[in-house]
């Protein structure tokens, strides 16, 4: 049976295992980036030390789920919070390092094809994943292919702008789908209603603390019957399901399947995200999508890598 060596790249974390082609995890490790060194040479250090933890003489690769852009060549550019991590041969580097395959992807272009591979996007031909946390992170399998781009690692679904007059993002653009349903604006909205003076339980279990206040919180007291954190969660399912619209009426997808912090709202997200579908999107197209939650566990990143070996 074929085995690859999976490592998910954090900025905290490196996160590394030796699985098998069902998408079994064997062994596994979790080291320091050490990104706080803030040298590149100090990360690709831990990774090789990662990478020997699990290491084995018979096994067809290694796949890397990396921040940042990363083109066709596995040359990766523009990693904000890694040291140094723009225009680095992360491929070349580690394939002379260890004489054997090295697959680079986008972290979450990886966590994609680990979904169609082995989670909840298995057995379809097309689907779109999102991550939902700080920010948003998409990627396509289009076709049973993962979908790149000409040259680089395409599907940067966050910043798709859904009101070209709304609120600047981070990115330097207007009204991306980010600055609406990343999990410091979802935080402002609650933060904005109880700055004017509505009554909400949110505020309640945050110890009556503004900067207390998180998703975890809002999904909490929404299941406690708080109208305030409905609402925020419906507005959030509406934003998400009219970006999604777009997207379903451009490429049709079997599935949609979405992970990530934010995710854990549950019901209420996943229904108003697929009712916003199928009022927005061609009827024919959106009557039988299936919107449902990430499949792998929280090795997905792992699984993943070790799926990039795998892909043909």
């Known amino acids: 049976m074929k085995k690859a060596i999976g490592l998910d790249l954090g900025g905290t974390y490196i996160k590394v295992g030796l699985v098998n082609e069902k998408g079994e995890i064997i062994k596994k490790d979790q080291i320091l980036t050490k990104a706080e060194e803030g ?17 084995e003489t018979e096994i067809n690769g290694i ?5 940042g852009v990363v083109d066709n060549q596995g040359m990766v550019f523009e990693a904000p919070n890694l040291p140094q991590w723009d225009n680095l041969p992360l491929k070349r580097i580690f394939e002379e390092k260890f004489n054997i395959p090295v697959s680079v992807e986008n972290d979450v272009n990886s966590i994609t094809w680990g979904e169609y591979l082995f989670g909840a ?3 379809c031909d097309t689907i779109i994943c999102l991550t939902l946390g700080t920010g948003v992170g998409g990627g396509m399998v289009i076709h049973k292919k993962l979908f790149r781009g000409a040259k680089y690692s395409a599907a940067e679904l966050g910043h798709i702008s859904i009101d070209y007059r709304g609120p600047k993002c981070k ?25 004017n003076g509505k009554t909400t339980l949110i505020y309640e279990l945050a110890g009556n603390k503004i900067e207390n206040i998180t998703p975890k919180i809002i999904s909490n007291a929404y299941k406690q019957g ?15 399901g009219a970006m999604l619209a777009g997207l379903v009426n451009t490429i049709n997808p079997d599935r949609i399947v979405i992970g990530g912090g934010i995710s854990h709202a549950g019901e209420i997200l996943f229904q108003t995200i697929k009712q916003t579908i199928k009022e927005r999107a061609f009827k024919i197209l959106s009557q039988n ?16 890598g070790a799926a990039l070996v795998f892909q043909s």
């Open 39 to 55: 040298k590149k040479e100090s990360v690709l250090h831990q990774m090789e030390i990662a990478i020997s933890s699990v290491w």
């Open 171 to 195: 990115c330097g653009s207007i009204g991306c789908i980010e600055r609406f349903v990343g999990r410091d604006y979802i935080i402002e909205r609650a933060v904005k209603e109880i700055q």
């Open 226 to 240: 708080d109208k305030i954190a409905e609402n925020i969660w419906i507005d959030v399912g509406i934003c998400l």
């Open 289 to 304: 999508i299936e919107v449902v939650p990430a499949g792998l566990s929280t090795d997905a990143g792992i699984i993943s």
């Open 121 to 123: 996007g298995k057995g």
């Open 63 to 67: 796949g890397i789920g990396t921040p």
